[in-house]
């Protein structure tokens, strides 16, 4: 069964450094999303991607952040300059086309956790 | 801004009992309504989901009801059993736009046995 892929599992940094976190999606969807949970939060929406430009994005998703697809089947979540709240579950999603049904249906990775010392 | 209540935080049931988790959105706009599992070190797992033209929806011992006029979503397992215990999310989504999801707070169930 396809699924959602993402490393590393565990990524430690320093504070004020940056990271990529990477996902491979599954191979024929055509939207991407990221999501962070805090430990013991709920599970909270970064952003989503489509068509190679960002559909939608929240709050928390400030000029530190930015997603790309590099190329077919990657995609990454940059933070450039990591805080200590930064540290959290970074959860990769994607889905297929939907949009006729009007909902979309998300697979999720297992997760990368980020820790910022 | 967009919300998603979820009750209760915690819910403890002996095995084969039934558990009941409710949510309420705020969001008008939004018309789908999916149901993650997640287990201790996963990501989240789909179970069932429920869109906003439907009332019911049932898949073997979960089911799930939605009363769009109160803006209430609910999941219900029957027969529970030990390996239902993990923490359950509802969320809601908007089907446009960039198919933002709002999570609730999550329910953590455990199941006795």
């Known amino acids: 069964e396809p699924e959602v892929t993402q490393t590393p599992s565990h990524q430690v940094t320093q504070m004020g450094q940056e990271v990529i976190l990477r996902c491979v999606p599954i191979s024929n969807h055509l939207y991407f999303y990221w999501y962070r949970q805090i430990l013991g939060q709920k599970v909270e929406f970064l952003v989503s991607?489509?068509?190679?430009?960002?559909?939608?994005k929240s709050e928390i998703f400030d000029d530190q952040f930015s997603v790309e697809r590099p190329d077919g089947s990657n995609f990454t979540l940059k933070i450039r300059s990591t805080k200590l709240e930064d540290s959290a579950m970074y959860f990769c999603a994607s889905s297929g086309l939907a949009l006729r049904l009007g909902y979309n249906e998300q697979f999720f990775g297992p997760g990368t956790r980020l820790t910022v010392l | 801004g967009e919300n998603v209540e979820q009750h209760p935080s915690t819910l403890s049931v002996q095995e084969g009992d039934s558990a009941v988790i409710k949510c309420t959105y705020s969001d008008s706009a939004s018309n789908y309504f999916p149901w993650y599992k997640q287990e201790l070190g996963k990501g989240p797992q789909l179970i069932i989901d429920i869109r906003s033209n439907v009332g019911e929806k049932k898949d073997q011992r979960i089911a799930v009801t939605l009363n769009k006029t109160a803006k209430h979503f609910s999941l219900h397992i029957t027969e529970t059993q030990p390996e239902d215990s993990a923490v359950y999310f509802c969320?809601?989504?908007?089907?446009?736009?960039?198919?933002?999801?709002?999570f609730g707070a999550g329910t953590r169930l455990f199941v006795k046995a």
């Open positions: 969320a809601a989504m908007r089907g446009a736009g960039g198919f933002k999801t709002i």
């Open positions: 991607f489509y068509n190679n430009e960002i559909s939608e």
